[in-house]
T-cell receptor
């Protein structure tokens, strides 16, 4: 199993450009998440998808859109990138075995984005 | 989810046990204690979690006080590769929903040779 994979690993954008960050998991997990991490700070949730076909806003959704393409894939789109979106983006997934409060999240390696 | 308090940094000698404390005095009865770590420039990695009993796995042990207001993560034989930021997270369970993890500032553990 590859676990959670993210592409690209690095990206430089100019202000106003758009791009899509890709995330895929091969663990058959129901839930997937997008976080951003700014220097010296913890992770903040952008969007999440509890199950295939559903998406919900997290703590910092402005400027982003997401698509849960299928159970495996959850993409994050920046329609018009801004310097404030310079960050490291992490995708995560989790499974919730019925009746047990596990919700362990498994993270991808991250995408480092610089917006000039 | 209850707030957690951790020391900002700790050092540990290689080969010795690393004991990382966490206070969560407002934890409620259905909230679990999770520990994650983040090695520089990598994604966070799950370590262990527990409700009220002590837990042990291949990576670490988790000791939760009887009143559940604090816990300690123990790395029994720390190595240089254990140098990372360690996050203590308290969260509840809500059936049928996805819940985010709220990461605080964590503890920077530095294992010294």
């Amino acid at each position: 199993n590859a676990g959670v994979t993210q592409t690209p690993k690095f990206q430089v954008l100019k202000t106003g450009q758009s791009m899509t960050l890709q995330c895929a998991q091969d663990m058959n997990h129901n839930s997937m998440y997008w976080y951003r991490q700014d220097p010296g700070m913890g992770l903040r949730l952008i969007y999440y998808s509890a199950s295939e076909g559903t998406t919900d806003k997290g703590e910092v959704p402005n400027g982003y859109n997401v698509s849960r393409l299928n159970k495996r894939e959850f993409s994050l789109r920046l329609e018009s990138a801004a310097p404030s979106q310079t960050s490291v983006y992490f995708c995560a997934s989790s499974e919730d075995p019925s009746g047990r409060a596990r919700k362990t999240q498994y993270f991808g390696p991250g995408t480092r984005l610089l917006v000039l | 989810d209850a707030k957690t308090t951790q020391p900002p940094s700790m050092d540990c000698a290689e080969g010795r046990a690393a004991n990382l404390p966490c206070n969560h005095s407002t934890i409620s009865g259905n909230e679990y204690v999770y520990w994650y770590r983040q090695i520089h420039s990598q994604g966070p990695q799950y370590i262990i979690h527990g409700l009220k009993n002590n837990e042990t796995n291949e990576m670490a042990s988790l000791i939760i006080t009887e009143d559940r207001k604090s816990s300690t993560l123990i790395l029994p034989h720390a190595t240089l590769r254990d140098t990372a930021v360690y996050y203590c997270i308290v969260r509840g369970y809500l059936a049928g929903s996805a819940r985010q993890l709220t990461f605080g500032s964590g503890t920077q553990l530095t294992v010294l040779p």
